[in-house]
């Protein structure tokens, strides 16, 4: 997130997802964190989830397992714990996967708009439309956290910067299409699924934020809904 300078005003403001889901994007920085003997209580779940025997009890191959996803995806603290942030990583990424190439199934994202990028804050998706014709996606992306929350409704992309930084946060907000307020799409370097979540904007792979800069333009529409776990 970052302020937008826009003819001397400035304004602040806080196809990829069907099966099979590719659990490895952007890793996140290892961390030198020494494996628990705790079994945790979501051990089976996060056990049948990376394709380890499911017994229910911690080993030390579980745990390097459960170490290595944690650190792939940010999760933190890395000690390969079952826990419940853990499975919510998991159980989203089965949910999302779920979803196939039919994201709107339950019909929540206007059809009468024509072009038009949909966000399920539930899911944690992302996909492009042109009536009821699915133009790319779904695709997981990474929207507000807790206190951050990117907000719902219908909305119109105003203003775009393939080369935008956040003033507020000093970081740079690549391929940014801005749809209300300092709220954006725009490509990060981490995980879909790294927790808590951003400071509003809806994060993306750097493959679907160009694809997204190159699908959509100024005025067309963005609809989003739901309510993200956690917030």
């Known amino acids: 997130m970052g ?8 304004v602040l403001g806080v196809t990829g997802l069907v099966a099979p889901l590719t659990l490895a994007l ?6 030198a964190a020494s494996c628990t003997t705790r079994t945790g209580p979501y051990q089976k779940q996060v056990e049948k989830f990376l394709g ?24 933190t603290p890395a000690v390969g714990y079952a826990g419940p ?36 804050l539930t899911l944690q998706l992302s996909w492009v439309q042109d009536g009821g014709r699915l133009v790319y996606g779904p695709v997981p992306v990474r929207t507000g956290r807790d206190g951050f929350e990117t907000r719902t ?15 507020v946060y000093n970081v740079p907000m690549p391929y940014s299409q801005f749809f209300d307020g300092g709220q954006a799409f725009h490509s990060v370097g981490l995980s ?14 750097t493959k679907d934020a160009k ?12 609809y989003v809904y739901g ?5």
Not at 88 to 109: E, F, R, S, T, Y
Not at 153 to 167: A, E, F, N, P, Q
Not at 211 to 221: A, E, I, N, R, V
């Open 192 to 205: 879909m699924w790294n927790p808590p979540g951003s400071h509003g904007c809806v994060n993306m792979t």
């Open 3 to 10: 302020d937008i300078r826009r003819r001397s005003a400035v």
């Open 153 to 167: 409704g219908l909305k119109k992309i105003y203003w775009r910067d393939i080369d935008h930084v956040s003033s």
């Open 227 to 231: 309510r993200k776990p956690g917030t």
């Open 211 to 222: 694809k997204y800069w190159s699908l959509l333009k100024t005025g067309d529409d963005v």
């Open 26 to 31: 952007t890793s996140a920085p290892a961390q």
């Open 85 to 120: 942030v853990t499975w919510g990583v998991m159980d989203l990424m089965n949910k999302q996967k779920a979803v196939g190439n039919n994201p709107n199934k339950d019909g929540k994202c206007p059809t009468n708009k024509g072009r038009i990028a949909c966000v399920n």
């Open 52 to 75: 380890r025997p499911v017994d229910g009890k911690q080993s030390a191959a579980d745990c390097k397992a459960i170490q290595g996803f944690q650190n792939k995806h940010g999760i």
